[in-house]
């Protein structure tokens, strides 16, 4: 039987909306995701509150949750720059620290605001601090199945940034379909390429999807090779750094759907996943 591991992705489904949703809420959100059992959560930011205003509570949110009464559930914070790192690593309840990295020049400066070349750099800073200080750093290949800047994209690039990755030292690498362009053919030759040539690393998947492609996309992942897998229940959230319309996250309601159907072992509280879907309404606002 298959094992997969699942990400579950509120700050991914919070980060674009407009209207703050209160520190409360988002606590008593999280607090029920933990019951669930996913493998990891991505609760937060640290980034400049003025570039992300609804992840600007992100300590305080932190602070309130019970992690410790779930070691099996780790929790995953992003940053941008060595500020927010440093926040991170200061937190007890962090256990992942995620950092964005472009195949994109445009995306990384939109996002980061720092240069491709200066990101790869800022990456062995990462996973240097996060050894240091016993978290896991993590690396979002962003754009990884294209963008829509009109730039080149080339597998061989994402197997080049891979292996370079590899060898700073990274762990895991989720490759990031950033705003929704990748087919499912796409997806496949990507992934496949990815998890193939470089088995070393710890490969996921973070996809966009639009509800018409969602199915193939995840399907061309799991042919792929991929077992680890972020999501949104809902499927809310999406981008909002691009500079073009939200895509959705894929759903977790159809991952599990999915899952269930190819028989992969997925130890999920059933009942908590209930109880965490009913307040999905006042969440999401």
């Not at 409360?24 to 669930?36: E, F, S």
């Not at 990755?165 to 490759?175: A, H, Q, T």
């Amino acid at each position: 039987m298959e094992v997969v591991e699942i990400t579950e992705c509120p700050r991914d489904a919070w980060q674009g909306l407009s209207t703050f949703i209160p520190t409360p809420v988002k606590i008593n959100y999280l607090r029920a995701l933990l019951k669930v059992g996913f493998h990891a959560i991505d609760a937060g930011s640290f980034v400049s509150p003025k570039a992300v205003p609804q992840m600007r509570d992100t300590q305080e949110v932190l602070e309130a949750l019970p992690y410790a009464e779930y070691p099996n559930t780790g929790i995953l914070v992003i940053v941008a720059n060595k500020r927010g790192l440093e926040q991170a690593l200061a937190h007890a309840a962090v256990r992942y620290v995620g950092y964005p990295l472009s195949l994109s020049e445009t995306f990384q400066q939109q996002n980061t605001r720092q240069s491709r070349k200066e990101a790869e750099a800022f990456v062995e800073e990462v996973v240097e601090m996060c050894n240091e200080k016993g978290k896991t750093p993590v690396v979002y290949l962003s754009m990884a199945f294209g963008n829509p800047y009109g730039e080149p994209h080339d597998v061989q690039e994402v197997l080049e940034v891979g292996q370079r990755l590899l060898e700073r030292g990274v762990p895991i690498v989720s490759l990031a379909d950033t705003v929704g362009v990748a087919t499912p053919e796409e997806v496949y030759l990507v992934t496949s390429a990815a998890i193939q040539s470089i088995p070393k690393l710890k490969w996921a998947i973070h996809l966009h999807v639009a509800p018409q492609n969602a199915r193939a996309k995840l399907e061309a992942a799991w042919e792929a090779g991929c077992r680890c897998f972020d999501s949104a229940l809902g499927g809310f959230g999406g981008c909002p750094f691009a500079g073009v319309p939200l895509v959705s996250n894929l759903r977790t309601e159809m991952l599990l759907e999915f899952l269930e159907e190819k028989h992969a072992l997925i130890r999920l509280d059933k009942e908590a996943l209930k109880e965490a879907q009913a307040l999905l309404p006042l969440a999401f606002g």
